[in-house]
């Protein structure tokens, strides 16, 4: 059974970072395309950012280009998003998921960002 443990959210005010993580087990984690998604109040899903299998590459959506990084360490099953520069409109719930995924996601984590 895949699980999917998404960790590090919080309130914090605008211009603040958070770190997130993603621990992954029940797959192969080094085989995977991996992605954080986020999906805010009354809102759809929506892409935030891609790291490919090996870390080698990656892709970020417009709103978010230039204030979070993806990563990704093999060795420990872990997904991370390091988020800076903190807005109000990236309220949300954060998951991450593998390519391909068509399963539930995990709990997630909130991130609320207010002054």
């Known amino acids: 059974e895949v699980q999917l443990v998404e960790s590090g959210g919080g309130l914090v005010q605008p211009g603040d970072s958070l770190r997130l993580s993603c621990v992954v087990s029940?797959?192969?984690?080094?085989?995977?395309?991996m992605s954080w998604v986020r999906q805010a109040p009354g809102k759809g899903a929506e892409w935030v950012s891609t790291?490919?299998?090996?870390?080698?590459?990656?892709y970020y959506a417009d709103s978010v280009k230039g204030r979070f990084t993806i990563s990704r360490d093999n060795a420990k099953n872990t997904l991370y998003l390091q988020m800076n520069n903190l807005k109000p409109e990236d309220t949300a719930v954060y998951y991450c998921?593998?390519?391909?995924?068509?399963?539930?996601w995990g709990q997630g984590t909130q991130v609320s960002v207010s002054s």
């Open positions: 998921e593998p390519e391909g995924w068509t399963g539930s």
């Open positions: 790291i490919d299998s090996g870390g080698g590459t990656t």
């Open positions: 029940g797959l192969t984690f080094g085989s995977y395309d």
